[in-house]
T-cell receptor
Framework: DQQVKQNSPSLSVQEGRISILNCDYT??????FLWYKKYPAEGPTFLIS?????DKNEDGRFTVFLNKSAKHLSLHIVPSQPGDSAVYFC????????????FGTGTRLQVTL | DADVTQTPRNRITKTGKRIMLECSQT?????MYWYRQDPGLGLQLIYY???????NKGEISDGYSVSRQAQAKFSLSLESAIPNQTALYFC????????????FGPGTRLTVL
């Protein structure tokens, strides 16, 4: 049972425009959400996170929005750059499990010139 | 130098063989993890360790074992490899202060024939 879902396997966006990556979850006991970015032949790298007590967190060009009632979070990248082309994983932490994360299946973002 | 290293980076082996994947870190983190990634799936947790004396099973531990030889070293073993263990394997670490933010190694691509 996939508790963290990324329903779009891929996304293509023009350079300079906004990229919006979506993630849905089913378990209301998740208390922390993270986005990781992965380039080919490299491990995932932490990008941005949000606690379940907040609805928005911003870091430079990256903003994560959390809608707890809809069990939905999204990552906005503005403006998108060619170097943002990568696979993005959404992850969630179950309350009380310290550092165990549940990952989504990933969305491949391609930023075109 | 990379903070989290994995050896080997690529390995081809035969069914029934024993194989060990090694992970070393210089980040000084107490917590270490092993994940596998299959095409179209997210990262799945195999085992995790909060310190040298603490080893825990993850979501998919069957067919795997681990050893935490030191704070900096965490090895994953396949006692008798089978073809459906063909996957990309990642090691990760996290600090106790921010356990949910994990730092990944570059991955080991394992093929079991």
């Amino acid at each position: 049972d996939q508790q963290v879902k990324q329903n779009s396997p891929s996304l293509s966006v023009q350079e300079g425009r906004i990229s919006i990556l979506n993630c849905d979850y089913t378990n209301s006991m998740f208390d922390y959400f993270l986005w990781y970015k992965k380039y080919p032949a490299e491990g995932p790298t932490f990008l941005i996170s949000i606690s379940s007590i907040k609805d928005k967190n911003e870091d430079g060009r990256f903003t994560v929005f959390l809608n707890k009632s809809a069990k939905h979070l999204s990552l906005h990248i503005v403006p998108s750059q060619p170097g943002d082309s990568a696979v993005y994983f959404c992850a969630a932490r179950y309350t009380g499990t310290a550092s165990k994360l549940t990952f989504g299946t990933g969305t491949r973002l391609q930023v075109t010139l | 130098d990379a903070d989290v290293t994995q050896t080997p980076r690529n390995r081809i082996t035969k069914t029934g063989k024993r194989i060990m994947l090694e992970c070393s870190q210089t980040k000084g983190h107490d917590r270490m993890y092993w994940y596998r990634q299959d095409p179209g799936l997210g990262l799945q947790l195999i085992y995790y360790s909060f310190d040298v004396k603490d080893i825990n099973k993850g979501e998919i531990s069957d067919g795997y074992s681990v050893s935490r030889q030191a704070q900096a070293k965490f090895s994953l073993s396949l006692e008798s490899a089978i073809p459906n263990q063909t996957a990309l394997y990642f090691c990760a670490t996290s600090p106790g202060a921010q356990p949910h933010t994990q730092y990944f190694g570059p991955g080991t691509r394992l093929t079991v024939l």
